[in-house]
């Protein structure tokens, strides 16, 4: 038969010994892994953290990078629209000083001529129209003293010769409303008038034009010149 182990006080005592022993190396063993979790779950949170704060920091970066895009994008949609005011502004100038050259360019409308004056044929007619002439030609005289000397050289009458003075012994009458011999007709015929001696108008102007010239005007005539 198998040997009875007889378990005495010693044994018991041993045992419980080892047994305390265990549960203190348990205990130790349990403690040490509860200190070991709160530092890894520390790291963990720290970790977290970090890549929340590296979110955080690249969310802001990117809203900075387009709140400065869209500043650019603000000040160079204003630089356009000023670009394009002033363009319009100079294109309207430019169109309003083609319009003003244009107007100031534009040829005037010729003036209908006027009709040409007309005159009576007769003495009246040719004194006026000799008088209309010599103001052209800046040669002094009114309508008396033209009057004046024609009805004292010729009583009006346009064909009147004289032949018996010394001019017309000398071959060169005096002819006309104003008795002009022809040398003095040639030497003062005033251009634009007919080179006839004894066409009214002519005859009257050559004389008036010899009379400014020898007496200051043919107002200042009142006998024979």
């Avoid at 045992?15 to 709160?38: F, K, Y």
């Avoid at 006839?196 to 010149?225: C, E, F, Q």
């Amino acid at each position: 038969m198998p040997r009875t182990i007889r378990i005495t006080r010693s044994h018991k005592l041993a045992a419980a010994v080892l047994v305390a022993a265990g549960s203190v190396t348990a205990i130790t063993a349990t403690g040490g892994q509860s200190e070991a979790q709160p530092t890894a779950a520390t790291s963990s949170a720290t970790a977290e953290k970090a890549a929340t704060g590296a979110a955080t920091a690249k969310e802001s970066a990117a809203k900075k990078a387009a709140a400065e895009n869209a500043a650019k994008k603000a000040a160079a949609d204003a630089a356009a629209a000023k670009k394009a005011a002033a363009k319009e502004r100079s294109e309207k100038q430019a169109a309003n000083r083609s319009t003003e050259r244009k107007a100031v360019a534009a040829p005037k409308k010729a003036a209908p001529k006027a009709a040409p004056k007309k005159y009576a044929n007769n003495l009246d007619g040719w004194i006026r129209e000799s008088l209309d002439i010599m103001k052209k030609k800046n040669i002094p005289g009114s309508y008396e003293g033209l009057h004046r000397n024609i009805m004292r050289e010729s009583s009006g009458n346009p064909n009147a010769v004289n032949d018996w003075d010394i001019n017309a012994r000398n071959g060169i009458p005096s002819k006309g409303l104003l008795q002009v011999i022809q040398p003095t007709f040639d030497a003062y015929h005033v251009k634009g008038t007919p080179k006839k001696l004894t066409d009214p108008v002519a005859n009257i102007t050559a004389a008036a034009n010899y009379a400014a010239d020898r007496y200051g005007s043919i107002d200042n005539v009142d006998s024979a010149y």
